[in-house]
């Protein structure tokens, strides 16, 4: 498989910690959505990172596409999702929380960009607030009983780390460690695994 998009894309970040976590050997190309948008557009309608290339040739777009492809791939055993049910849903929605702060995060970023005069702080508040109410649903979802952990990994946990890692990177003033200590813990955990740390921005 051929896995296009650039780590820092959180998106495209989660499908390669999938694919890594799963054992499935693929080829890594860097590209970036933002600074290449007239290729992003030859691979994908909408122009986004990441695409996968499946060995039969087929391209997939969209990170949960891949991610639904990839439990196919595994198989319900060694899927990163459970096949149906409370956990099931409760991964997913997890998982939702999880890609909405990569856009919230995200959409900060760039209004952050803007010059002094054209920059809307009430808009900046509003995405920071988001992240903040993002972060704290993913950290009572880390607690001891809660289904972001290590072991087994899953779905809504590679969303989650992925998501901390890319808030506490655009964002320090945020402080994710203080407002998600339950999570930062799994972060940490997670740190030295071959499919986080090889992944990282
Ligand atoms: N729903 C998409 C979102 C992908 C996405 O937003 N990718 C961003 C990078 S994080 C991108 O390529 N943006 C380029 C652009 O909007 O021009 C997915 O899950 O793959």
């Known amino acids: 498989m051929k896995l296009i998009g650039t780590y820092f894309s959180p998106f495209t970040r989660r ?8 054992g499935i050997p693929y080829e890594h190309d860097d590209l970036n959505g933002y ?10 309608p909408v122009a986004k990172v990441p695409v ?16 639904d492809y990839l439990d196919e791939w595994a198989g319900t055993e060694r899927a990163l999702t459970p096949p149906a049910g409370v ?8 998982t939702a929380i999880a890609t909405t702060l990569y856009e919230q995060t995200t959409a900060r970023h760039f209004e952050e960009q803007r010059t002094p005069d054209c920059i809307q702080l009430q808009l900046i508040e509003r995405y920071r607030l988001q992240t ?3 972060l704290q649903a993913l950290d009572i979802a880390s607690n001891a009983k809660g289904v972001i952990r290590k072991v087994p990994l899953n779905r809504a946990t590679i969303s989650a780390v992925v998501a901390f890692d890319y808030a506490r990177m655009l964002h320090p003033d945020l402080d994710p460690a203080t407002i998600a200590p339950n ?6 955990a997670l740190s030295n695994e071959p499919a986080f740390q090889q992944t990282l921005p």
């Open 87 to 94: 956990d099931r849903r409760a991964i997913l929605q997890l």
């Open 35 to 44: 600074t290449d948008p007239d290729r992003a557009r030859q691979l994908n």
């Open 183 to 188: 999570l930062a813990k799994v972060v940490l």
């Open 132 to 134: 903040i109410g993002g």
């Open 15 to 22: 499908v390669a910690v999938a694919l890594m976590a799963l």
């Open 52 to 67: 996968l290339v499946l060995d039969n040739g087929e391209q997939l777009i969209d990170s949960a596409v891949m991610l």
